[in-house]
């Protein structure tokens, strides 16, 4: 493992109501990503950070915030769940020299009912 | 609009068959083709290929990537039951977005 965790590993919540998931990692490194994982979409990038406070928008962002107060912690934020962002969510890491391969967490299970 | 394409879908055959995994691109600003295999969990790194006509080798895998033509093959020799997985392939732009095709899942029977 690249030292990526994420939490809490499986989540039930309600339609409207708001979620937090968390990334965390311990390798310092300063790309992180969030993905949204669907049966036949593939994998899907939320939101990315390229630094502490530096953030930006990937291609199925809406309804989804992130923020990154410290370099080891990447929050994805729904801010009113829709059963739409039922999936499984996986953060990953990259660092900023070479390699740049992308290793990921173990991935959250969320389901909205 | 980026893009990632993969074919087949899905595949199943023997042990010791060979097969072969295509994936398309067409992303803007190109920096470099990604592998990954995912086992019902996190996908995990395969190959990385950034010039074109290199081939990468790890054991029965190995994988070239075309930079002319916008493809890259995935090749699995002698299949074993462990290979069973879905294979991703990504590609790297240099702002660091990755953009992933839908995956093909292979099944390799006994």
């Known amino acids: 493992d690249a030292g990526i965790t994420q939490s809490p590993r499986h989540k039930v919540t309600e339609t409207g109501t708001p979620v937090t998931l968390r990334c965390h990692q311990t390798e310092n490194h300063r790309y992180m990503y969030w993905y949204r994982q669907d049966p036949g979409h593939g994998l899907r990038l939320i939101h990315y950070s390229y630094g502490v406070k530096d953030t930006d928008k990937g291609e199925v962002s809406d309804g989804y915030s992130v923020s990154r107060s410290k370099t080891e912690d990447f929050l994805l934020t729904l801010e009113s769940a829709t059963s739409s962002q039922t999936s499984v969510y996986f953060c990953?890491?990259?660092?900023?020299?070479?390699?740049?391969?992308?290793?990921f967490g173990p991935g959250t299970r969320l389901t909205v009912t | 609009e980026d893009k990632v394409v993969q074919s087949p879908l899905s595949l199943v055959v023997h042990e010791g068959d060979t097969v072969t995994l295509n994936c398309s691109y067409e992303?803007?600003?190109?920096?470099?083709l990604l592998w990954y295999k995912q086992e019902k969990k996190a996908p995990t790194f395969l190959f990385m290929l950034t010039s074109s006509g290199i081939e990468k080798k790890s054991g029965r895998l190995s994988s070239i990537l075309d930079k002319k033509e916008l493809f890259s093959i995935l090749n699995i020799t002698a299949t074993q039951t462990g290979d069973s997985a879905i294979y991703l392939c990504?590609?790297?732009?240099?702002?660091?977005?990755?953009?992933f095709g839908t995956g093909t899942s292979l099944t390799v029977i006994p």
């Open positions: 990953a890491i990259r660092g900023t020299g070479s390699p740049l391969e992308q290793y």
């Open positions: 992303v803007t600003n190109f920096r470099s």
């Open positions: 990504a590609s790297a732009n240099t702002g660091n977005q990755f953009y």
